[in-house]
Nanobody, 115 residues
Framework: QVQLVESGGGLVQPGGSLRLSCAASGSIFSFNAMGWYRQAPGKERELVAVMFTGGTINYVDSVKGRFTISRDNAKNTLYLQMNSLKPEDTAVYYC?????????WGKGTLVTISS
């Protein structure tokens, strides 16, 4: 079955940067859409960024200009470059993909922004 594994999370200071990776067991070229979600303590899971086949990319307003979603088809990997990180970005970040009408989730990677 399709497997998604996130990595790259950690503890960084405000203003710092991190790049998250999502490695897929199969070819991500076959996904109809892939994206990143996050869930902070006590809050609902929210969509951070999504990339559709055809080139459309959407970001939640709070990360526009700071985060960039991209993918490397040769490596079957989705990325989220996060710059100018703020304490409110602290959350567990999840990779998501839609393939053949089904949704798949990774287990998440923790990002903590603190001094």
């Amino acid at each position: 079955q399709v497997q998604l594994v996130e990595s790259g999370g950690g503890l960084v200071q405000p203003g710092g940067s991190l790049r998250l990776s999502c490695a897929a067991s199969g070819s991500i070229f076959s996904f109809n859409a892939m994206g990143w979600y996050r869930q902070a303590p006590g809050k609902e899971r929210e969509l951070v960024a999504v990339m559709f086949t055809g080139g459309t990319i959407n970001y939640v307003d709070s990360v526009k200009g700071r985060f960039t979603i991209s993918r490397d088809n040769a490596k079957n990997t989705l990325y989220l470059q996060m710059n100018s990180l703020k304490p409110e970005d602290t959350a567990v970040y999840y990779c998501n993909g839609v393939f053949s009408g089904l949704g798949y989730w990774g287990k998440g990677t923790l990002v903590t922004i603190s001094s």
